[in-house]
């Protein structure tokens, strides 16, 4: 069975960062309701879930995609470019050892939001300019070489994080919302969509692709492509710049 790691939000939740947009109040219960229902959607699509213990001082905690990206087997405990999140990672890479994966890590100076991974077969897309800087792209690309991927910087200044801004279909295609990415012809294959959750799916498998609820024309056209939108409102977590992908970490 696939698995996923998952975080639950901690009382602190309103107060996490923003940075390209302005601040709204959170309604934190609210947000709880979301994200369990984000984990049910996880789970009814055959998704085993293993949780992060919470970390009620940690107020980006749930956004647990920011703290380790998979490679097959070896995890890479990143280091966010916010110093308020670094001591999110201590709690899923206790996980990750637990669950025996090869771990490797990030070190100082360097930094790498997971947010900011993307990839496309082969090819590793990473943001520069925002969380995540040269130093770390550079220390992930030596990390995974023997991976056989290649690692790409890609430039981000009008979101938060490159997967802010596009994700990928399963067969290939990058899909992002263009007014926000910086340089479409970045990638071989682009797909523009016409709304800006549109721009994040999470592929479960069997062309289904879990969204934002508040995207149906982009629905709609991952409809016409053949594929099966799971959506889910996440509407408290765009508050705060988070889209579908920030909250889980698929390790298959």
Not at 106 to 135: F, H, M, Q
Not at 210 to 235: C, K, W
Request: hydrophobic share 40%; net charge negative; aromatic share 6%.
């Amino acid at each position: 069975m696939p698995t996923a790691l998952v975080r639950p939000p901690g009382p602190r939740l309103a107060e996490g960062l923003v940075t390209h947009i302005e601040r709204r109040p959170v309604d934190v219960e609210r947000a709880e309701r979301q994200w369990r229902r984000y984990v049910e959607a996880l789970q009814d699509a055959g998704w085993d879930t293993v949780e992060v213990e919470a970390a009620p001082a940690s107020p980006d905690a749930v956004f647990v995609e920011d703290t380790v990206v998979m490679f097959g087997t070896l995890a890479v405990i990143t280091r966010p470019g916010a110093e308020e999140r670094r001591a999110e990672t201590a709690g899923t890479a206790a996980v990750i050892r637990r669950l025996g994966y090869d771990v490797a890590t990030i070190e100082s100076p360097g930094t790498l939001d997971g947010g900011d991974v993307l990839k496309v077969g082969s090819t590793v897309y990473v943001g520069v300019g925002g969380r995540s800087d040269e130093a770390g792209v550079s220390q992930l690309a030596h990390l995974i070489r023997p991976t056989g991927r290649t690692v790409i910087g890609v430039p981000v200044t009008k979101a938060l994080h490159l997967k802010s801004t596009v994700t990928a279909l399963p067969d290939g295609p990058v899909i992002g919302f263009a007014p926000l990415v910086d340089d479409p012809q970045v990638f071989p294959r682009f797909l523009a969509v016409p709304e800006e959750s549109g721009a994040h799916v999470v592929d479960l498998g069997q062309h289904r692709l879990l969204m934002a609820a508040d995207a149906p024309r982009s629905a709609a056209l991952f409809r016409q492509l053949g594929y099966t939108p799971i959506e889910v409102d996440i509407g408290e977590f765009q508050k705060l710049e988070g889209c579908v992908t920030c909250l889980s970490v698929r390790l298959r």
